[in-house]
T-cell receptor, first 112, second 114 residues
Framework: TQLLEQSPQFLSIQEGENLTVYCNSSSVFSSLQWYRQEPGEGPVLLVTVVTGGEVKKLKRLTFQFGDARKDSSLHITAAQPGDTGLYLCAGYGSSNTGKLIFGQGTTLQVKP | DADVTQTPRNRITKTGKRIMLECSQTKGHDRMYWYRQDPGLGLRLIYYSFDVKDINKGEISDGYSVSRQAQAKFSLSLESAIPNQTALYFC?????????????FGPGTRLTVL
């Protein structure tokens, strides 16, 4: 069974600070996705990374896929209160079953 | 209008009752999924369907059943609800391309079993 472990599970920081969320596995994934979920809503896709070593930027968010395609990270620069939410990493396994495997999630709170 | 809708949004029921959660989508996707979300556990797959005639169990299907009435509709049933089925339930859809597709989620149903 392929698993994704996210860390930390909870992060509370002040506005303007930087942070990194990690998503790790012992298995290879064909791609990894990052979703953001706000209270009362379903998760919404932020990015998909496919190639080992790939780096994608979305404004102040930087996503990286590990060279071996077993891990990913999300870095937020100068966090803002609007970044508050639950961040979920998810991956499609190398066996291509079409099922998405989710990490436990990281709850981010950015205080003004 | 939302592309993926779920009804009801909130439900409180008693142990032993039968409950049906409904999901409809207007995205035209063939693939539909039911997930359960519990604090600290992320999203866990209950059932999934890749087309109208295809139903598959996910990692936590015990105590649940599903029905794919049409391409656009996928229902989740709890035949006899129990308190540890209290959770947030999400329906999702995706397109056919495997391996990297975005999943589109409904707003969720908060179910409480007393």
């Amino acid at each position: 069974t392929q698993l994704l472990e996210q860390s930390p599970q909870f992060l509370s920081i002040q506005e303007g600070e930087n942070l990194t969320v990690y998503c790790n596995s012992s298995s290879v994934f064909s791609s990894l996705q990052w979703y953001r979920q706000e209270p009362g809503e379903g998760p919404v896709l932020l990015v998909t990374v496919v190639t080992g070593g790939e780096v994608k930027k979305l404004k102040r968010l930087t996503f990286q896929f590990g060279d071996a395609r077993k891990d990913s990270s999300l870095h937020i620069t100068a966090a803002q209160p609007g970044d508050t939410g639950l961040y979920l990493c998810a991956g499609y396994g190398s066996s291509n079953t079409g099922k998405l495997i989710f990490g436990q999630g990281t709850t981010l709170q950015v205080k003004p | 209008d939302a592309d993926v809708t779920q009804t009801p949004r909130n439900r409180i029921t008693k142990t032993g009752k039968r409950i049906m959660l409904e999901c409809s989508q207007t995205k035209g996707h063939d693939r539909m999924y039911w997930y359960r979300q519990d604090p600290g556990l992320g999203l866990r797959l209950i059932y999934y369907s890749f087309d109208v005639k295809d139903i598959n169990k996910g990692e936590i299907s015990d105590g649940y059943s599903v029905s794919r009435q049409a391409q656009a509709k996928f229902s989740l049933s709890l035949e006899s609800a129990i308190p540890n089925q209290t959770a947030l339930y999400f329906c999702a859809t995706s397109d056919l391309q495997p391996g990297r597709n975005e999943q589109f989620f409904g707003p969720g149903t908060r179910l409480t079993v007393l």
